[in-house]
């Protein structure tokens, strides 16, 4: 069966093109010199990583074209690049260039005062200006007017980072068919810091992140806090990490940045690493504990220090035996905040010196300068201990550097709990940052870690960082959005045409033993403000009843079996109330209970769904024989109890154990909760199963009926009432259209 001739698809497939880059900075400095420009390219794991995927280097290439197209901000002024070639063998930039007022207000302002702090949990360090969010706002603008002028039709755009979550959206509108990643390489808060941006600030962020196809985080409880807040302020919910936007679905995940692990590896033969590796080993002699971190509040290195004195305090034996190298790497040092705490860092390492050190010893050793790779990966390969201790960080990639550089799998690595890279380093012997107890505990557990037992752990993180590294990464990532076009065709929109439908018509009438399901609210009858008013129209029964004289007729619905009967009991139909849960045969007057049905668990979940009704007007708890459900079509403020709903679906998701086998159906102005035992798509091929039928229709408009979709054969017609992405084969536009569209197929 192929309704694909008599139908229109909104669905098209696209060729995929080149990469498209959009991040903050480019990924080369450009200096001028004479008539001419050197561009410097950066070595970061982003741009390698991304080389990997074009050109005849990529082991699987997934954009085509031989150089990435690179939009960034240029520290330049126009004139300055006026009629220069921006390019190497690798990317072409195009740079774009906002007024140093605008981003001033822009970087400095919104990103790295107001984000930076409020994503890391620093909120007292956040500043509320509206003149920042102007100019984020004016600043994305410019970024998109770049991208606007260089765009072509299968291109792949990749956004990166905060500085521009407005910019998918932008992109979304203008260029609808163009695949967007965006990649947030930060933590994303909680929902209770992420309401601390004013209303139409957090409306506009997550607005412009879900404008992209994928969206990508460092760990699943940062996708987690995402969808949180998409449900808080927008009222999406997803199903897997699919969010459904009426005309397109949004995948939500997480893919853990990683490094080159080869490069560190490799790089522990090479002699300018091993020079300086013998270099520091000779000079120190002792047990070297080592830390590399830019100088950030949010590193934690003076909570570190404060972990490193417990130790010294309470091991006066290791007084001698042990130095912590400490490297802070400026940044930002302009900033009074940035002063300050570097100030406070040399106080305290001036102060456990002069507590703890002699003539002969000092505890810490404390460099505040940039370091080579050389002199990097030197350290990493002979310090005992890495001491890695963020209070708060996206992923850090120094513990995965630190452990990728252990050629020799000796070292220990002590890792924070609040670093992203936490969750795939278990081996890592993890503290709490803020516990300087738990600090000084492990770094002696460390410092008399076993030689096997280090070689163990370093083992095993090893072969995790070898096999996801930074390429594996990278690809990750496209493979998803290169998939997503697939979601797209299984939720495909397909509008029923008069051809289409005179085809299924003509099936019809070929046909010989048919049933047909049919939803109630949204399908048979109309959706109304008061559930009690939503009655079928008499023309609509008798249409049902005329199908009924020949056909298997089954209303399925969510409706509790009273309010089913009283409707349909003079008609020759199956009814099929509560979500599969109570079945009446057609004929009978017994309503049977599913067998998978268990009592005893409402008493857990209603005193909750009372609370939120009483918390909002208008919503009221209905107590089903087998579900419970909270409705707010009527409630007085539509907006309040939106939200309301979203805070309730959170909480029950969060309350309900997985050994209730309870099942959240957030649906059309209703939470339910059921049984996951049974549902529509079960109810329904239970009672395909029982004929040998050759035509099979399934009509709906609700989320509950996609499980109905889902389970029927391919060969029935499924169509789904309203415009919603379904797996259904089929659509009709609105529930006004079905009286017209089963007169058609009786005729």
């Known amino acids: 069966m192929d309704l694909k001739p008599f139908m229109k698809n909104t669905q098209e497939n696209k060729q995929i093109g080149r990469l498209v880059i959009v991040a903050y900075r480019l990924p080369f400095k450009i200096v001028r010199e004479g008539e001419g420009v050197n561009l410097f390219q950066n070595s970061g794991g982003l741009v390698s990583a991304v080389l990997s995927l074009v050109g005849d280097g990529a082991q699987n290439p997934i954009v085509s074209g031989d150089k ?9 002024s126009p004139e300055e690049l006026e009629g220069l070639s921006l390019e190497n063998d690798s990317f072409k930039a195009h740079p774009v260039f906002i007024p140093d007022d605008v981003n001033e207000n822009y970087y400095e302002g919104f990103c790295n005062d107001l984000i930076w702090p409020l994503c890391h949990y620093f909120p007292t360090h956040a500043r509320f200006d509206d003149a920042y969010f102007q100019a984020y706002q004016q600043a994305n603008e410019l970024f998109f007017e770049k991208l606007d002028e260089i765009i072509q039709p299968g291109d792949i755009v990749w956004v990166q980072d905060y500085q521009l979550m407005l910019l998918p959206q932008m992109i979304r509108k203008k260029h609808p068919d163009v695949k967007v990643g965006f990649f947030f390489h930060i933590p994303f808060p909680s929902y209770e810091l992420f309401r601390m941006l004013p209303v139409q600030w957090r409306k506009a962020i997550v607005e412009g992140i879900i404008g992209a196809d994928l969206v990508g985080f460092h760990t699943n409880d940062y996708v987690e806090y995402f969808l949180k807040a998409v449900r808080m302020v927008l009222g999406h919910g997803n199903k897997l990490h699919y969010i459904n936007l009426s005309n397109r679905i949004v995948k939500i995940d997480s893919f853990p940045i990683s490094i080159d692990f080869n490069k560190f590896n490799d790089a522990y033969t090479d002699p300018e690493v091993v020079k300086e590796r013998e270099l520091a080993r000779d000079m120190l002699k002792e047990k070297i504990i080592f830390s590399v971190d830019r100088l950030d509040y949010s590193k934690g290195i003076l909570h570190r220090l404060y972990g490193f004195e417990r130790f010294l305090e309470e091991n006066p034996n290791w007084h001698g035996r042990v130095a912590f190298v400490m490297v802070v790497v400026p940044s930002r040092d302009t900033i009074d905040r940035y002063q300050q705490m570097k100030s406070e860092i040399d106080q305290t390492v001036g102060r456990i010196n002069a507590d703890y050190g002699n003539i002969n010893w000092q505890p810490i050793i404390y460099q505040y300068r940039s370091m080579t790779f050389a002199e990097l990966v030197g350290m990493y390969s002979t310090s005992d201990v890495a001491l890695i201790t963020p209070v708060r960080d996206g992923m850090n990639l120094v513990c995965k550097e630190y452990v990728a550089s252990r050629q020799d799998k000796h070292g220990v690595l002590i890792l924070s709990e609040m670093a992203g890279a936490a969750a795939e380093l278990g081996e890592a012997l993890i503290i709490n940052p803020l516990d300087k107890q738990n600090i000084a505990d492990s770094i002696k557990l460390a410092l008399d870690m076993p030689i096997e037992e280090q070689e163990k752990r370093m083992k095993v993180m090893r072969s995790r960082i070898r096999e996801y590294d930074v390429f594996a990464w990278t690809n990750d990532f496209f493979t998803q959005i290169t998939m997503i076009e697939q979601e797209h065709e299984k939720l495909k929109q397909v509008f029923l045409t008069d051809q289409g439908i005179g085809e299924i018509r003509d099936a019809y009438r070929a046909s010989k033993n048919r049933i047909l399901f049919f939803d109630y ?22 249409l049902i009843s005329t199908f009924a004289e020949s056909d298997t007729v089954v209303i399925i619905s969510g409706r509790d079996r009273h309010f089913l009967s009283e409707l349909f009991l003079d008609l020759p139909v199956h009814i099929i109330a509560e979500h599969g849960a109570l079945i009446k045969a057609k004929g009978s007057s017994e309503w049977v209970l599913n067998e998978s049905y268990e009592e005893n668990w409402k008493e857990s979940i209603q005193p909750i769904m009372d609370l939120y009704a009483k918390r909002c007007p208008g919503a009221v708890v ?16 539509r907006e309040y109890a939106t939200r309301r709903a979203q805070e309730l679906v959170w909480q029950l998701k969060n309350y309900i154990q997985p050994e209730l086998n309870l099942q959240i159906i957030d649906g059309n102005k209703v939470v339910e909760v059921k049984k996951t ?11 395909v199963e029982t004929g040998s039928y050759d035509f099979i229709m399934a009509m709906g408009d609700d989320k509950t009926d996609e499980d109905m979709f889902i389970e029927l054969p391919d060969t029935a017609y499924t169509i789904k009432v309203g415009d919603m992405l379904s797996a259904a084969r089929a659509h009709l536009r609105s529930q006004e259209e079905v009286f017209s569209f089963l007169s058609k197929i009786k005729d």
């Open 622 to 637: 209905e107590e089903k024989e087998t579900s419970l459900a909270w409705h707010y079509r009527t409630a007085e403020d």
């Open 68 to 76: 990435i197209q690179w939009i960034g901000y240029a520290d330049n």
């Open 677 to 687: 035992a049974f549902n529509k798509g079960t109810a329904a091929k239970d009672l």
């Open 521 to 542: 609210d949204g399908t048979l009858a109309p959706i109304v403000a008061d559930p009690a008013k939503a009655i079928v129209s008499r023309e609509v029964k008798q």
